[in-house]
């Protein structure tokens, strides 16, 4: 699948529910099918800056594809960076890169999470993109 027809799965998937509160025990749950981070890599090399709550990301390359796992030690921002990595895990790192991040607007999660939240959801997508320019430069 591209990048383009998960964002649209998770699109379809959160108009699904009709209030917020539905939307943040769906992210809840999908920060139970999270890809787990191995407990090696939960340093503070991984830790994403700018984030309220402790995430850590770590990112390798198979057959040319950026394999994302992470963790959190907070419930929504395990959901959030649950629904980053199922984005953007499995994808080439020029796709990453070329990726919009609109579905995020489109699905009104930043617009209902609190500043510091919201903050550390730019962090996230922003440490992500730097994990695929990192592999891109590998690869030209």
């Not at 998937?13 to 025990?25: K, L």
């Not at 594809?65 to 963790?71: G, K, L």
């Not at 499995?90 to 919009?100: E, G, K, R, S, V």
Request: net charge negative; hydrophobic share 40%.
């Amino acid at each position: 699948m591209t990048i383009q027809d998960i964002q649209n799965d998770i699109i379809d998937e959160f108009s699904m529910f009709d209030d917020w509160e539905e939307r943040y025990q769906y992210m809840i749950d999908l920060g139970k099918t999270l890809p787990l981070i191995n407990e090696q890599y939960k340093t503070d090399d991984n830790l994403i800056k700018g984030c309220q709550s402790k995430v850590w990301v770590h990112a390798e390359m198979k057959d040319n594809n950026v394999i994302f796992t992470a963790d959190s030690d907070a419930i929504i921002t395990k959901g959030i960076i649950a629904i980053l990595i199922r984005t953007f895990s499995n994808q080439h790192p020029q796709d990453i890169i070329d990726a919009d991040t609109e579905f995020i607007d489109q699905i009104g999660l930043k617009e209902h999470l609190s500043p510091t939240r919201a903050n550390g959801l730019v962090s996230m997508v922003k440490q992500l993109k730097m994990y695929a320019i990192a592999y891109q430069t590998q690869l030209s």
